[in-house]
């Protein structure tokens, strides 16, 4: 036999095909039983055969028949054991059958599960998970000031870099923790965290967390920290909040700060307490009231009096008085004095003397124009109504010089208001006189005005 070349594939003997003995051996064990019986039945029938032509040798015959009955239960047997072997070789081909081609059907499966992928419809892939920071990088140079503020404040800030720390409530962000800190304009600016401890950070969600680390502010709204430490502290339970129990405010007296606030336009509204105040006595309507500050302009601020210390208050109408007693404050303009000590005093500002003065006289709402010399003085006299005073715009009152408002009662008629005005600088000027209403300068009834000419 010639041999192969070198580097040729030799030939691979083909498996042998096993062939199945099941039918063989069943048919060759059932012509070797036919055979038997049909020799027995040959044999028989000789038997019977001689039997009818020989009666006299009967004897000689039924010992014949016993033999050849005992030879057919011998080959019965020998058949059924010759049917097991048969049975015991078949289970053995079909055991030798499934160890000779076990790769055949291997293939066979893998042919059939391709032709199932096939025909079924593609699943949607999956996510992978995404690559998580696992080392630190080296550490950077520390952040400052000035790096700070641009970090935490939203809308600047992007590409600061530096070592530092940072605090706020932990939460999770597409799968990574986050750390949800509070900018210096009270918004929200989200970090996301790096580093050895990114698997177990997710664990603290919602607590109040610290890390310390290399921050990188890569959007002007957050950015990223490596963290080296950390320390987490439970989120406290919030405590239900006992419902406000209404006690009576304790009266104080107030400090000298507050009384100037007490009599100052526009200050102190809501303030209560023990006080002093001096003022002029007016009335307003059956009210008595008393005038603290700008007596006469729309930022003048008065007082109502009332309790039994109010009663007897006529005679001093007019007069300064110092009224001790509970102040409150309701607006900027005034409120109410709960009276209990009244005592007169003596006026801060003597009353200038008219004495040698050319006085100009207007009586009621006329709008018509005067002339004054200059140093001199010029009045208007106006009819109050109750609830309701007259009252001027302070930059006019400093310009045309007045210098008292005073408050007249009248016996026969309502109470009127006489403005005094000393005119310092020479020209033309005009002057409006307004009917507000009391503790509301705001709100005005009517008004007029009048055109004043200083002459020098």
């Known amino acids: 036999m010639a041999k192969p070349r070198s580097g040729a594939k030799k030939a691979t003997p083909a498996a042998k095909k096993v062939k199945s003995a099941k039918g063989g051996v069943l048919k060759s064990a059932s012509k070797r039983v036919a055979k038997a019986a049909a020799k027995l039945v040959a044999k028989a029938t000789e038997a019977s055969k001689a039997g009818k032509k020989a009666p006299a040798k ?30 015991a070789k078949v289970k053995e081909a079909a055991k030798g059958k499934e160890t000779v081609k076990p790769k055949e059907a291997a293939k066979g499966k893998e042919s059939s599960a391709k032709a199932g992928a096939r025909a079924e419809p593609s699943a949607p892939p999956v996510e992978k998970p995404r690559p998580r920071a696992t080392k630190l990088p080296p550490p950077g140079e520390p952040l400052n000031k000035r790096d700070m503020e641009q970090l935490l404040t939203a809308g600047q800030g992007r590409g600061v870099v530096g070592e530092g720390s940072l605090k706020g409530r932990l939460t999770v962000v597409e799968g990574l923790p986050g750390l949800v800190v509070i900018g210096r304009d009270k918004r929200e600016l989200i970090f996301i965290l790096q580093g050895p401890d990114q698997e177990v950070l997710p664990a603290y969600v919602d607590h109040k967390v610290s890390v310390s680390g290399l921050i990188k502010k890569t959007t002007n709204y957050g950015g990223t920290v490596d963290v080296r430490k950390f320390s987490a502290k439970k989120p406290e339970a919030e405590e239900p909040v006992p419902e406000p129990v209404e006690s009576e405010t304790r009266l104080r007296y107030l400090s000298p700060g507050e009384v100037s606030q007490v ?71 005034g409120g109410r004095i709960d009276v209990e000590n009244v005592e007169v005093r003596p006026a801060e500002i003597r009353p200038m003397s008219r004495e040698g003065l050319e006085t100009v006289h207007v009586e009621g ?89 200083v002459k020098a």
């Open 365 to 453: 709402e006329q709008s018509t124009s005067i002339d004054v010399r200059l140093n001199h003085a010029f009045t208007v006299r106006l009819q109050e109504q109750p609830g309701f005073s007259w009252t001027i715009e302070p930059t006019a009152a400093k310009r045309l010089g007045l210098r008292e408002a005073n408050f007249e009662v009248s016996a026969e008629g309502p109470a009127s208001r006489e403005f005094f005005f000393t005119p310092r600088n020479p020209g033309a000027s005009e002057i409006e006189f307004f009917l507000a209403k009391a503790f509301n300068p705001g709100q005005v009834e009517r008004s007029f005005k009048l055109n004043v000419t």
């Open 58 to 87: 009967k004897k000689s015959a039924a010992p014949a028949a016993k033999k050849a009955a005992a030879k057919v239960k011998q080959v019965a047997k020998a058949a059924t054991k010759a049917v097991a072997k048969a049975a």
């Open 263 to 333: 009599i100052s336009a526009g200050m102190g509204a809501g303030m209560k307490g023990f006080a002093a105040l001096r003022g002029n006595l007016e009335m307003t309507g059956e009210e008595f009231v008393l005038v603290v500050s700008n007596a006469g302009t729309r930022q003048q601020v008065s007082y109502i009096l009332e309790g039994k210390g109010a009663k007897g208050l006529r005679r001093y109408l007019g007069q300064t008085l110092s009224v001790t007693g509970v102040v409150d404050k309701s607006s900027g303009w």
